[in-house]
C-alpha cells in the first residue's frame, strides 16, 4: 500500500511539471499545436501507465485534454508538494531536535486542560499531519487524473476488463430469463394445444368403446382428432426448434416460418453462406418473434424480412405495416434482446403507434462466444 500510495505521488509531482510544461505551450507554441500536442499526450499516456495504473488507452485527444489535465495537475500538485514539503520540514526538523538535544518543552493550554510537551514532539505531529494529508491529496488528484484520461482518451484495460466482466454477468441472467420464459411457453402451448386435444381423443375412443353403434362415427371423429393433435405437435415442436434450421439452413427455416405466419412475408436472403450456428439461431427465433407479434397483435398485413452482411456483421430486419407501439421491455421482445446482446449483437425496436414496427438485429459473423 505504502509502494502504491507513493508511485501516486511521484505520478502527481511529475504531471505538476508535465502540466506547467503544456500551459506554457498552450500559451505560446499554439500555431504549432499539431506537432507537439500528440507527442504531449503520448508522454501522458505512459506517464498515466506508468504510475497512476490507468493503461491500455485506446482514444485519442487533443488541445481539450491537455489544457483541463494542467489546470488539476497543477493545482493539485502545488497543493500536494507544498503538504509534504511542509511535513517533511516538520519531520525533519523533529529528529534534528532530538538527535542534537536541542528540543525545548512547550505548555500548551486549553480550557481545563494544561498539557506540557516538547518542540519535536509538536513538530513531528504537524509533520505527520501534513504528509497523511499530501497523500491523500496525491491520491485524491490521482484518481481525477484517471477520470479525465477514462473521458477523454478512453478507459483502460482494467476498466474495459471490469466492464466486459459486468456485461457478461448481466447477458447470462438475461439469457437464463430468456430460457425460462421460453419454458413456460412451451409449457402453455403443451397444455393449452396438445393436451387438450390429447383429452378429446381419448374422450372419443371411450366412447366408441361403450357405445358400438356409434363406433364408426366415433372413430372417424378420432382420426380427425388425432391429425389435428399431430399437427399441433409439429407446430409445437417448430416453435421449440425447427429440424429444417440444421439441415437446410436459415433461408429454408424463414421461408417454412413465412408460409404459415398467417399473413403475407416476404423474404429477402442477401447472405453469401451459411453464418454460424448460434448466429443462425438467434436470428431465426428473433424473425419467428416479430411476425408473431406484428399477426396476433399488429394485425399486419404485409410483412417484411431483410438479411445483408458485411464483412464484420450480418443484420436482420423485421418491418410490418401493423399498428405498431410495440413495447421493447415485453417478455418476447426483451427475450430476444438478452439473446442478441450475449453474442455481443445489437438489437433495436422502432415502433410508433400507428406507424408499424420496425425489429433491427445486428450480430457479429464470428461471437465470440461462440
Not at 485506446?58 to 495537475?73: H, S, T, W
Not at 437464463?176 to 419454458?183: F, H, P
Amino acid at each position: 500500500m505504502v509502494v502504491l500510495l507513493a508511485r501516486r505521488c511521484a505520478g502527481v509531482l511529475l504531471g505538476l511539471v508535465t502540466g506547467v510544461a503544456e500551459l506554457a505551450l498552450l500559451a505560446l507554441a499554439w500555431p504549432w499545436r499539431s506537432r507537439w500536442v500528440p507527442r504531449a499526450v503520448a508522454l501522458e499516456r505512459r506517464r498515466l501507465a506508468a504510475l497512476l495504473g490507468q493503461d491500455g488507452h485506446a482514444g485519442d485527444a487533443g488541445p481539450g485534454y491537455l489544457a483541463l489535465r494542467a489546470v488539476v495537475a497543477v493545482l493539485g500538485g502545488y497543493v500536494v508538494l507544498a503538504l509534504v514539503t511542509v511535513g517533511t520540514l516538520f519531520v525533519t526538523g523533529a529528529v534534528w531536535a532530538t538527535v542534537a538535544g536541542v528540543s525545548s518543552p512547550v505548555t500548551l493550554a486549553f480550557p481545563g486542560i494544561r498539557l506540557i510537551t516538547e518542540t519535536w514532539a509538536i513538530g513531528l505531529l504537524l509533520g505527520s499531519l501534513s504528509l497523511a494529508l499530501g497523500a491523500l491529496a496525491g491520491w485524491a488528484v490521482a484518481g481525477a487524473e484517471r477520470r479525465l484520461a477514462v473521458r477523454f482518451l478512453g478507459p483502460g484495460s482494467r476498466e474495459l476488463m471490469r466492464r466486459r466482466i459486468a456485461e457478461l454477468t448481466a447477458t447470462r441472467r438475461g439469457v437464463l430469463r430468456a430460457v425460462d420464459e421460453e419454458r413456460r411457453r412451451i409449457e402453455r402451448d403443451l397444455h393449452d394445444g396438445v393436451q387438450q386435444r390429447g383429452v378429446a381423443l381419448s374422450m372419443l375412443l371411450g366412447r366408441a368403446r361403450h357405445d358400438p353403434a356409434a363406433a364408426a362415427d366415433l372413430l372417424e371423429q378420432a382420426y380427425g382428432e388425432s391429425r389435428r393433435l399431430l399437427d399441433e405437435l409439429r407446430s409445437v415442436a417448430w416453435r421449440v426448434y425447427p429440424t429444417a434450421l440444421d439441415e437446410l439452413g436459415l433461408r429454408a427455416a424463414l421461408l417454412g416460418m413465412a408460409e404459415g405466419a398467417g399473413a403475407p412475408v416476404s423474404v429477402h436472403y442477401g447472405l453469401s453462406g451459411r453464418p454460424e450456428s448460434e448466429v443462425e439461431t438467434v436470428l431465426y427465433f428473433a424473425a419467428r418473434e416479430a411476425v408473431t407479434n406484428a399477426v396476433k397483435h399488429a394485425r399486419a398485413r404485409d410483412i417484411l424480412i431483410v438479411l445483408t452482411e458485411d464483412e464484420r456483421t450480418v443484420r436482420m430486419v423485421v418491418s410490418d405495416d401493423g399498428a405498431g407501439g410495440a413495447d421493447p421491455a415485453g417478455g418476447g421482445l426483451s427475450g430476444l434482446a438478452r439473446r442478441v446482446e450475449a453474442l455481443d449483437g445489437v438489437f433495436e425496436v422502432s415502433s410508433p403507434p400507428g406507424g408499424g414496427t420496425r425489429v433491427s438485429v445486428t450480430l457479429p459473423r464470428e461471437p465470440s462466444c461462440a
